[in-house]
């Protein structure tokens, strides 16, 4: 294992660094952007199960498993005095390089750990979620996202790294095998429409850079994102994960972690 880091990792940032943090795209993504289906969804997911599983908590500890440049650390402004980027690749927000299956954090030295379209990368997901709920301590949550459905996307792009994908049953078990949570649940980001609709935005998209200007670009996806999610929100109302016939890009599974 590598050299743990110090517990709680870099100090939470200020209201005014938080003013302008990057990657606001991922957080509210706009109706034209190809990722508008999943990310939307995901981003809406989240603050939903932070509110919820973190109410009237402060002085976290959070944990960034993948974090890049920590797209959603300001969903936990006001509850967390410290948050840790940890990524296999280095960059300007990074504070730990380190591989998911072999963190270098200290047991149970976390209250939150966040790990978002991480897992399908990853050599071993068992090993990662073993990893998880080492370093989380009791009573600690973990946030975790990654797809059910989606085309084959490598990261880094010249790399083979895209090797899993889930069904809600499948992703399920194996958070359920690496630990004892409680309060175990996933939120599908969208369902069978939204799937299909999300699939098509990244083709309609690619279509749409061929095409002189971006405005005719953008209002393509917005029509493919606007329609897909009005129907999805109607259609097929028997095929909702997790009910046989369902479908989804993406998932949000929260737990917490048992005390001793």
């Known amino acids: 294992m590598p050299e743990p880091t110090e517990p709680g990792g870099s100090p939470f940032p200020t209201p005014t660094e938080l003013k302008d943090w990057p990657e606001a795209d991922r957080r509210h993504p706009a109706r034209s952007d190809r990722h508008y289906l999943a990310l939307g969804s995901l981003a809406d997911s989240l603050r939903h199960e932070i509110d919820r599983k973190l109410a009237g908590r402060s002085g976290l500890r959070v944990l960034d498993i993948g974090c890049g440049n920590k797209p959603y650390l300001p969903f936990f402004a006001g509850l967390a005095t410290s948050y840790l980027g940890v990524d296999a690749v280095d960059g300007p927000r990074v504070d730990a390089i380190g591989v ?61 790294r895209d090797y899993w994908r889930w069904t809600h049953a499948g992703l399920m078990r194996i958070v359920r095998q690496s630990g004892d949570y409680s309060g175990l649940s996933l939120e599908p980001q969208g369902n069978v429409v939204a799937c299909l609709g999300y699939i098509t935005a990244q083709f309609v998209d690619e279509l749409g850079q061929k095409l002189p200007g971006n405005l005719i670009r953008k209002v393509m996806l917005r029509a493919v994102n606007e329609i897909s999610s009005w129907l999805d929100a109607r259609f097929p109302l028997g095929a909702r994960v997790p009910a046989g016939g369902s479908l989804s890009a993406n998932y949000l599974v929260t737990a917490e972690k048992n005390s001793a």
């Open 100 to 160: 998911a299956e072999d963190l270098p954090c200290e047991d149970s030295s976390f209250d939150v750990v966040l790990c978002t379209q991480v897992l399908e990368h990853v050599d071993d997901p068992t090993r990662v979620l073993a990893e998880i709920y080492r370093v989380l301590a009791p009573g600690g949550v973990l946030f975790l996202s990654t797809h059910g459905v989606f085309l084959y996307h490598p990261d880094p792009p010249t790399s083979d």
